[in-house]
T-cell receptor
Framework: SQQGEEDPQALSIQEGENATMNCSYK?????LQWYRQNSGRGLVHLIL?????REKHSGRLRVTLDTSKKSSSLLITASRAADTASYFC????????????FGAGTTVTVRA | NAGVTQTPKFQVLKTGQSMTLQCAQD?????MYWYRQDPGMGLRLIYY???????DKGEVPNGYNVSRLNKREFSLRLESAAPSQTSVYFC?????????????FGSGTRLTVV
């Protein structure tokens, strides 16, 4: 079963606006990761946030983690057409597993 | 360029045919994974190999077999293809514990079973 669930399923924004998507997970985690997938391509690792971190930045990306609510958010600031993609959160499925479990993703469309 | 290479990129099979999807990485990663991606369902783990010489089942292993040929190569075999196996298949690798390191993905194999 999927560990993470993203919300919303789809998001359409104007170029220059910010995009925010959320991820909820079911079990305790070691860390949570975000990936991007452009149409017809493989997934690309964006950022990893550890369970003892609350916020992390990478360029125009900002990730937060709230372990008490079992949730994370990904913010893309000043969006560009090239940010059009699907975004997935992923986390360890269980304490004895080290393989990642992915959510169904959020599809982001940035309009010019 | 360093990364994960998958072959073939596209394949059409008839029901009952067999085939092997190939995956190779040149990053000296220990762990390798096979996922399938279906519309609206995200990625589901088929099999993984934590290290050379070991393989384990994931969430949806039925109908598949794998071989970790060496540290670089991890193949996925469909012995008797079924239409339900129509999907996009991704291979990925990590240096070790995937909860510490991110995955590096291949570009995928788009498989259609008719």
């Amino acid at each position: 079963s999927q560990q993470g669930e993203e919300d919303p399923q789809a998001l359409s924004i104007q170029e220059g606006e910010n995009a925010t998507m959320n991820c909820s997970y079911k079990t305790s985690i070691n860390n949570l990761q975000w990936y991007r997938q452009n149409s017809g391509r493989g997934l690309v690792h964006l950022i990893l946030i550890r369970s003892n971190e609350r916020e992390k930045h990478s360029g125009r990306l900002r990730v937060t983690l709230d372990t008490s609510k079992k949730s994370s958010s990904l913010l893309i600031t000043a969006s560009r057409a090239a940010d059009t993609a699907s975004y997935f959160c992923a986390s360890r499925a269980g304490s004895n597993d080290y393989k990642l479990s992915f959510g169904a993703g959020t599809t982001v469309t940035v309009r010019a | 360029n360093a990364g994960v290479t998958q072959t073939p990129k596209f394949q059409v099979l008839k029901t009952g045919q067999s085939m092997t999807l190939q995956c190779a990485q040149d990053m000296n990663h220990n762990s390798m994974y096979w996922y399938r991606q279906d519309p609206g369902m995200g990625l589901r783990l088929i099999y993984y190999s934590a290290s050379e010489g070991t393989t384990d089942k994931g969430e949806v292993p039925n109908g598949y077999n794998v071989s970790r040929l060496n540290k670089r190569e991890f193949s996925l075999r469909l012995e008797s293809a079924a239409p339900s196996q129509t999907s996009v298949y991704f291979c990925a690798s990590t240096p070790g514990d995937s909860s510490v390191y991110g995955y590096t993905f291949g570009s995928g194999t788009r498989l259609t079973v008719v």
